[in-house]
Structures are given as structure tokens and as C-alpha cells.
């Protein structure tokens, strides 16, 4: 199976008309000439608010990433990070110098186990194989000129479904649905402890009445 398969369809369809907008295509004009004249420097960044952690120093994270490479059809070298935080989170940046570089929060690393960190892998850089970075999502938002109210809507939309498509790139990279479920569970709880059971039942149970809710 390859990755475009699982796409979710609405962030093709949006990711496709978004690419086409003017304030789309005018954020990243600038962005590419700002890269011309150099590299932003993201790696001296990374190495100052994080640790590059080697293959000497996390071979079972970079083992996993490894496979998540491999399963996504990728070819690019991969760098990743560890940054201290108490909370969860993981982020993939956009290619420079012909690296990719992927960040992890201690927490994160500390707290998901196998497949559930695999999972969180294979998500990061699935943002990566769909090319997500394409729309400068933080620029746009962000940025010196605000966008239309119309377009930042679309934007929120988009991601939203640009989140589903890596979400369902880390599911098949990690080929466990019970581990997917407790990464997802560990991730909107901040949960992580021996005392709590995980039931995959029940939990799905609350994405049903969520649903309901909608
Ligand atoms: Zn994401």
C-alpha cells in the first residue's frame, strides 16, 4: 500500500485548491527567496533549544524510524531531536540542506513505547510525504499580513485533515491498531501511569458519543 492511497481525500482536494492561492502563492514566493540567499539556519536553531540524538544514542527510536521510512517509500536522511518538556508533542520541519528534521519532546519519547512511539513517527513524517509543509500554514497565519478571514477558516479546515492523513500514515507505518488507540488515548489524556488500563472499547465508546455531539 502506498501512502497516497490512505490519503485522506478532503486534504488532497483542499491541498490542491490552496496551492493555487494568491496569498498561498505569494507566501511562499517569499520564502523562496529568502532560501535562495541561504539556509535558515534551522539546524543551529534545533541544536540550541534541543539534542540531536544519534544512532549511537537512541538505535531503537532510530530503528523505528528507519521502518517508517521504508514503509513511506522515503528517501532523504533523517535527523532527529529531543527537546525537555512535560508535555507531548512532536514536530517535522521542512527539508533543509537536504535533511529532514524531526523533533521529539522527552515526555513523548519517555512515555510511548513501541508501536505507539512508531505511530508518532510515522505521523511526523507523514506531514512530510504529503508535502504539508507546501502550505506555509504558520506564515499565513501568522505572518506580517493577515490573511482573509475566508482563507484562515480554509486553512484550519485544511489541517485538520492534513492531521487525519498523517495520522493514517503512523497507523500504517506502526501496523497495530490497539497501539495506535493508546498513543491517541496517551496524547488526549497526558496519561501515561501503569495504574491506568487502556480499554480500546471504551475509549472508542467516547470517539462514538463525541461524534454524537457534533
Ligand atoms: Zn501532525
Known sequence: MKPEDI???NDLKMYSTL???SDVIKVNENIAR???KGPTGLRRHLLAISVSLSKGMAPSVHKMADECIETLGMDIPLELYVFPSPQFNAMCF???EGRLHVMFSSSLLEGF???ELKFVIGHELGHHVYRHHDIPIGYLLKGENPVSPRLALELFAWSRYAEISADRAGAHCAQNIEAVARALF???SGLTSDFIEFDLQDFLQQ???MQLFD
Open 7 to 9: 490519503r485522506c481525500q
Open 34 to 36: 529568502q532560501e535562495e
Open 19 to 21: 496551492l493555487q492561492h
Open 113 to 115: 513505547k513501541g508501536d
Open 207 to 209: 470517539v462514538d458519543e
Open 94 to 96: 521542512k527539508p533543509e
Open 186 to 188: 496517551k496524547l488526549a
